[in-house]
């Protein structure tokens, strides 16, 4: 039989990785015996690591980001665009792997927390720029703002975003899918208004306002069907 300690220690295991959350664990115990300091125990630990150390793992994963996009740009003129599109998508969906292989890690500490959200920052934002450049390689140009195909890429990798968030759940992950998904609709009709050569202001300042209602709109969507998700509904 398993000892006390060793009990325990799964509980605060499970508190720490977010596999269990402090209301579950309440349910466990009868009223009487979850007091105060019951509760500040549960919640310190449900702590999803320093604020600190996650900001600087985000500066570290925009640096990388940066890194990789100037290798790009330095080999873009030997034309190799299978090259280019293993440095952003391959190495983007690399880190999503790597992300999803730590996230799964049942006890995390602060260094495993940043390192997380770091992967998960640079992967997203390599997987953007890799959808940019199969787009613009399939319609046989990176001359002029193609804001149609850039839409459906857009919606393309929304779907990513939001099908991989299935399995790491993360709110950055979920919350940027739902973006880009509504990022997709003013570049689809600036697109329509490109092609039929509308150039009032107005046009664009009102498509704009919709958009920003809709994301608004998508978001909170998002929170209701997913009620477990409390940092989605407080964005």
């Known amino acids: 039989m398993r000892t006390k300690e060793e009990l325990l220690n799964d509980i605060r295991v499970g508190l720490s990785s977010g596999i269990l959350s402090p209301s579950e664990v309440r349910l466990l115990l009868p009223p009487v015996l979850a007091p105060a300091e019951v ?20 500066i570290s994963g925009f640096i990388l980001f940066a890194a990789i996009i100037s290798l790009i740009s330095t080999s873009w003129d030997s034309g190799n665009w299978f090259l280019h599109i293993v440095l952003s998508a391959g190495i983007g969906i690399a880190l999503w792997v790597l992300a999803d292989v730590l996230n799964r890690r049942p006890l995390k500490s602060d260094i495993i927390v940043g390192l997380i959200d770091s992967t998960l920052l640079t992967g ?17 140009g ?29 709110d950055f992950i979920l919350l940027l899918g739902v973006f880009l998904g509504v990022a997709a609709f003013p570049a689809l009709i600036f697109g329509m208004l490109q092609e039929a050569s509308v150039t009032s202001g107005d046009i664009y300042g009102l498509i704009l306002i919709i958009a920003a209602g809709l994301l608004v709109f998508a978001t909170r969507v998002t929170a209701r069907l997913l009620p477990d998700r409390k940092d989605v509904s407080t964005s």
């Open 39 to 58: 509760e500040a125990d549960l919640e310190s630990n449900s702590h999803t690591g320093s604020p600190v150390v996650r900001i600087m793992f985000y």
């Open 124 to 140: 997203s934002l390599l997987v953007i720029a890799g959808g940019y450049i199969v787009t613009n390689e399939l319609i046989g």
């Open 142 to 170: 990176f001359g002029g703002l193609n804001l149609i195909p850039g839409a459906i890429m857009l919606t393309v990798i929304a779907g990513l975003h939001i099908g991989y968030d299935r399995l790491v759940k993360k």
